[in-house]
């Protein structure tokens, strides 16, 4: 039987041959790790109102409930009380879903503004970085030459 090459050594050699900047790679984690702080903070802020707007409705809803629930004296009391729970209901969908079309368009206005802010970042490391190479490659091309 043969014994399989450890290829520890030949990698550890390879990769000292080609020494690579890891401050882009940090930079880069940094502001990945700091964008995806923010986006959350909007996520958990937007999920956070949507859950208020929600209780609130139903509590509202369950309130206006019992009125149609409670025992009623005359037959056409339960259906005026059910014709006043359709109404107010009714109302209180359209103020809700406008409420969480506020939430929508905040979140979506900030995730705007965030992935801007992300996109002009990118580009002026990316800037700095070919740059820094190509400055990198020049040296060491005159060196070769020398």
């Given at each position: 039987m043969t014994q399989a090459q450890d290829f520890t050594k030949i990698m550890q050699d390879m990769v000292g041959a080609f020494p690579v900047d890891t401050t882009a790679f940090e930079g880069a984690f940094k502001n990945s790790a700091a964008l995806g702080d923010k986006?959350?903070?909007v996520a958990l802020t937007a999920a956070e109102k949507s859950n208020e707007i929600?209780?609130?409705w139903t509590k509202e809803t369950l309130a206006k409930l019992s009125a149609v629930s409670?025992?009623?004296t005359e037959p056409a009391d339960y259906s005026k009380a059910l014709t006043e729970f359709a109404s107010s209901t009714a109302e209180m969908a359209s103020e809700?879903?406008?409420a969480f079309a506020e939430i929508a368009k905040k979140v979506q206005a900030e995730t705007v503004e965030l992935m801007l802010a992300a996109g002009k970042d990118i580009t002026e490391e990316t800037?700095?970085?070919v740059n820094k190479a190509t400055a990198d490659v020049t040296?060491?091309?005159k060196a070769a030459t020398k």
């Open positions: 986006m959350s903070k929600s209780t609130k409670a025992v009623k809700n879903l406008a800037n700095a970085a040296k060491a091309a």
